[in-house]
């Protein structure tokens, strides 16, 4: 053999053992994550839906991985206050977020925020949906979503539609509503669902699309009248209510839940994390429970969910530029 050939193979066997070296410190950081407690920054106030699905994972991978996971919430801003906790969070996998639908609305919502969360935040994994149910006061003569654009229609200016604040997913779903259906519904914000729903429930406002998980009990007990869940399909929860897409076609809102890390969190903490994260979404307990809420559960790899987020924060950005809503 030649000495080219020597050197040549001499070369390919450096290259692979630099390799095999540059990769073991990688698989033992991923393998020995997490060392310490890991915190989950939730952009709410602790109770809420998206409070208690964070808590049950939370819970679930304290258990499965020996390490605290505790929740930290850090409402205010529209969540904008605990994202921008994470963008500024070392990222080393200790510091997480759990994405909501304001995340992605608020991408368009405020113009100048001091982060952008498509480029700061790396998806890990998701989702979990949350479907919200358009309903109605009992004193409002209609039962079904036909009926109610009708009578929208006839009424211009009489039917009031509440939310749980200004650029709210509970907002962002009656104002695509509008634009889809051509409907005028004056806007009521409050500061939070639980304040909206005791005017719903008064007749103070006479419509809302609500959070399945917050309205499921008073429209359970007939205080409250479901027209159409804004799914693609129906919910098991409530089975005997219809899609707003059977009336409405291609209309679909939910809450998007799911987990993020600072950009720059390494690729096998954030696999490990995908790989731990579904794996709750996919245990029965887990899953029961977050059915008890309404919410509905999908798997996949980060980029997955990485594109499922970047899809919504497209839709939103339309629906708030439509319908011109600006920060309070």
Not at 102 to 117: D, L, Q, R, W
Not at 119 to 126: H, L, Y
Not at 193 to 215: K, N, R, Y
């Amino acid at each position: 053999m030649t000495d080219a050939i020597w050197s040549r193979r001499g070369l390919l066997r450096l290259a692979a053992s630099s390799a095999t070296v540059t990769a073991l410190p990688r698989i033992g950081r991923a393998q020995a994550y997490p060392t310490r407690p890991v915190r989950i920054v939730v952009g709410f106030a602790a109770g809420g839906g998206t409070d208690i699905a964070a808590r049950l994972i939370a819970q679930w991978l304290s258990e499965r991985l020996g390490q605290p996971f505790t929740i930290e919430n850090r409402p205010g801003a529209a969540a904008n206050i605990a994202t921008e906790v994470v963008v500024r969070a070392p990222p080393d996998g200790y510091t997480l977020l759990l994405i909501g639908a304001n995340n992605a609305i608020n991408a368009t919502f405020y113009e100048k925020p001091n982060f952008n969360f498509i480029r700061d935040i790396a998806p890990v994994a998701g989702n979990i949906a949350s479907p919200l149910v358009a309903e109605v006061n009992p004193a409002v003569p209609v039962n079904t979503i036909p009926e109610l654009i009708a009578y929208a229609k006839a009424n211009p200016g009489k039917l009031n539609m509440a939310s749980a604040g200004i650029g709210n997913s509970t907002h962002v779903a009656g104002e695509l509503f509008k634009m889809m259906t051509g409907i005028n519904l004056s806007h009521v914000p409050y500061r939070g669902s639980a304040p909206a729903l005791t005017d719903l429930l008064g007749g103070q406002v006479q419509v809302m699309f609500d959070l399945v998980a917050s309205s499921i009990a008073p429209i359970k007990a007939g205080k409250l009248r479901a027209l159409a869940v804004t799914t693609k399909t129906r919910l098991d929860v409530l089975p005997d209510v219809p899609t707003v897409s059977e009336f409405v076609p291609g209309y679909e809102a939910t809450g998007v839940g799911g987990f993020g890390a600072p950009r720059g969190t390494p690729a096998e903490i954030i696999d490990k994390l995908n790989r731990e994260i579904n794996a709750a979404l996919a245990d029965p307990n887990v899953k029961a429970r977050l059915a008890e809420l309404g919410q509905i559960v999908t798997t996949g790899s980060p980029a997955d969910y990485g594109r499922f987020v970047v899809a919504e924060t497209e839709q939103w950005g339309k629906v708030v530029g439509f319908a011109g809503i600006k920060p309070e």
